[in-house]
């Protein structure tokens, strides 16, 4: 996704990866996709790891790390000016749920469709990359669950359910407006975790 707009689109682009949970010491390969700058200098909790620019027809840069707990930033710079700035931080316990809707007003024609992003956050609301929570949903108004989905293949749940496991912190919920125009209203709850609602109109 970020590789394609990097090298397909003419907005400024920077996405580094991997997430920054790992075991202290560990080597990590951290690559960044970018577009529209010179370079890419990337940070550990305040400490440059160096400048990275990419060479022929490298579609990325990339770092070796030792993991170390804290915030990994890179900077992309044009000319010697900042273009984009983006971060990844150490992530603490699972401790709340996030819900995003695509799209909060939807059809009341029985087929309209809002795709709930389910995240998994610490108390300070960063990503738990390596959460795979049971979380359960309840609908209430005028719509009902299409489907649920985490994007693990090999995973064995059901796609009709009102109950999905995260994956890498993440799960979604597809959400199928009636014919009634009116709310839609769906929470989502885990064993553990703050719950989150969300609001969906219908019209």
Known sequence: YYL???????KPVLHILPHWNWTTGKAVE????YN?????ELYLNGKSLGKKSKQGEE?????NVPFEAGTLKAISR?????????????????AKIELIADRKNIKADG???????????????NLVPNADN???FNLEGEGFIAGVDNGFQASLEPFKANYRKAFNGLCLAIIQAKEKAGTIKLTATSNGLTSSSILITTK
């Open 111 to 125: 087929k309209d469709l809002s795709f709930i992003t389910v995240r998994v956050l610490d108390k300070d609301g």
């Open 59 to 63: 579609m990325h840069v990339m770092w």
């Open 30 to 33: 951290v690559w960044a996709y």
């Open 78 to 94: 044009k000319g010697g000016k900042e273009v984009l700035v983006r971060e990844v931080k150490t992530a603490g316990a699972a």
């Open 134 to 136: 049971l979380v359960n």
């Open 36 to 40: 529209n700058a010179d370079e890419v």
């Open 4 to 10: 394609y707009q990097s090298e397909w689109t003419n």
